[in-house]
């Protein structure tokens, strides 16, 4: 079914080239930046004019309240959206402007958890995780298999192989996504929520994991969480989306003690505040028909 | 007024409906995938699409040659050219019944089948996860799914034709008592390959591609939602039918339109 | 489900349409798979050819020695000038044959017969008929009938 076993020259792609592992230590240009983006959907403004820049071998949170549009942020720097305006460079690619096939070649560089995890349905455990190895390797058979044990084995999940994803719980799927988007090792990993619905244990190991992959591997690694204690404490590098802007941003350190009120608000959870947590809505009173009523 | 603007908002969301189709199309067919990636895909998806409909082909067919037989014997029969059923029975499944019915029941089991399964791969984001992976869904999923179509189409109306002249043999030839070797002589001597067989299996080509074409599309740009996956579902299956209909009849006019 | 059972089954459903399209063309068309046998030209006038077709038989004591090419309108004589391929093999019609548009059956197609003369020569090719009959006329008959003539 291989034919073309190239077995150094493709083992490459799944072993951490020694020029990767140089590149982290050397070349401190930021892996992703992003200039003055503006994204609407509809007549909605998700992004107005945000700027950002993404440093190369470094964990990076982005926090902010539920529909800021931080799922959206990560479309955008895959390239399945396009921007408004203003520019999205990935690995010193202007994404927003490639040709189809460009885009494609250097998505191969990045890997992606979904929220909603996104295994493919018709695939068992083992074949979701060997699905992009078997897409761009061709690597033996038995390679493939060592491979996906061991992202199995990393996530917890090696004696669930055999199942399909329809007998797995929410959290396993989400743990069976992850070990796909690492399975081809990526330069570049992001994480949609990747603790969301995680037990204590799992969500450690999954912190332990993600921490390990960024330092034994030097990805870079993109990580949109609600959770601010987790996140804070592996981050290198965190900021606050929150209407259509970056609020806030800096080391853990710094977002800890950030002046801005609404950087406070989000980390504390306060409900009241300068944040809104309510998506915008025309006034309350209307609503409920008590216009003009005196109460 | 609000009405004009609505009726022409209508159109253009219609036209550009169809320009996304055809880009869509476009994308598809341009990629080539390696043979060695694509045939396996392709093999599964003849799987379920062409033999897993085989059933429900050959069941139809029969039933509608047998009911040709006793119609074209009823109605023959007060001519006293009873002969000319095997004739009369060729003649409607090979030109018309085989490739139009084959293609209607090819939308309503494998096309709805196509747009649900597409559209929840959309609804569940695998087709996003794919591209993230730097997979092109268009290659990987609707490309083998839409020659899937366009071949096991044709078959299946061959398989229909056959099945269906061959019920009408029993009800005519063992059940009524046409002599046999009349009901072949007739056939074979008004049935001709070029003018009969070969456009009829052209019809069925022409209704495989379009019938697929509908109903990957709808599939790949249904709303992400259950209630767009049930229209998008609905809406293969109509437009599937007024096409093969439509064209059914774009198509005789051209073919047989000269006689 | 394994992919070896996968490909047999896929293979056979392929050999199913194959054999279908077959019996179609062979069985159902009738379609000779011998190649299409070298042929002659004849001509023959009608002064009407009724509903008679290209790629009609033709055909001699009820054997089909030939069919059709074309049918067009003799600009001079006005009479309709039909083209008849003959296979080779039937290279004996006498010369004083005659050519006879007739219909199978009541309501069937139209197609020439020939009726064969006692002439010592042969029609070669590009000679042409000469007698003809036309197409019997239904219509014209009865007509002819009513009015007495
Ligand atoms: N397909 C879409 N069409 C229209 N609006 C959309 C669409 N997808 C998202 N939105 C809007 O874009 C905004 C940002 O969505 P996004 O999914 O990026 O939020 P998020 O920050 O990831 O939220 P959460 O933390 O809940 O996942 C939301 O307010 C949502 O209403
Ligand atoms: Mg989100």
Known sequence: MYPHIEGCNQFARVAPTPRRLLGTGMDTSPYIELRDVVFARGDRRIFDGVSLDIPRGKITAIMGPSGTGKTTLLRLIGGQLRPDSGTITVAGENVPRLKRKALYRLREKMGMLFQSGALFTDLSVFENVAFPLRVHTSLPEDMIRDIVLMKLEAVGLRGARELMPAELSGGMTRRVALARSIALDPELIMYDEPFAGQ???????????????????????????????????????????????????GTPEEIKAHPSEQVQQFLHGHPDGPVPFHYPAADAGQDWGITGRSR | MDKLAAFGRLGLDIIASLGRSGRFLAGVLGGVSKPSVAFPLLLKQLYSIGVLSLAIIVVSGLFIGMVLGLQGYTILSDYGSEAAIGQMIALTLVRELGPVVTALLFAGRAGSALTAEIGLMKTTEQLSSMEMMGVDPLRRVIAPRLWAGFIAVPILAAVFSVVGIWGGMLVGVEWLGVFEGSFWGNMQSSVSFTNDVLNGVIKSVVFGFVCTWIAVYQGYDCVPTSAGISSATTKTVVYSSLAVLGLDFVLTAVMFGDF | MAQRTTEVIVGLFMIVGIAAMMFLALQVSGLAPKAPESSYTLYANFNDAGNLAPRAKVSMAGVTV?????????????????????????????????????????????????SVGGDMESLGDGDTFYSTQSAMNLERMISNFASGQ
């Not at chain 1, 592996?234 to 929150?242: D, F, K, R, T």
């Open chain 1, 199 to 249: 037990d204590p244990i799992a969500m450690g190991v999954l912190i332990k994991l993600i921490r390990d992959l960024n330092s034994s591997m030097g990805l870079t690694s993109v990580m949109v969480s609600h959770d601010v204690k987790e996140s804070l404490s592996i981050c290198h590098y965190a900021c606050i989306v929150a209407d259509g802007q970056i609020i806030g941003d």
């Open chain 3, 66 to 114: 030939g069919k059709i090419r074309e049918i067009t309108l003799n600009r001079e004589t006005f009479q309709a000038r039909v083209v008849i391929d003959v296979n080779r093999s039937v290279d004996n019609i006498p010369a004083d044959s005659s050519a006879v548009i007739r219909t199978s059956g009541l309501l069937g197609e139209q197609y020439i017969d020939i």
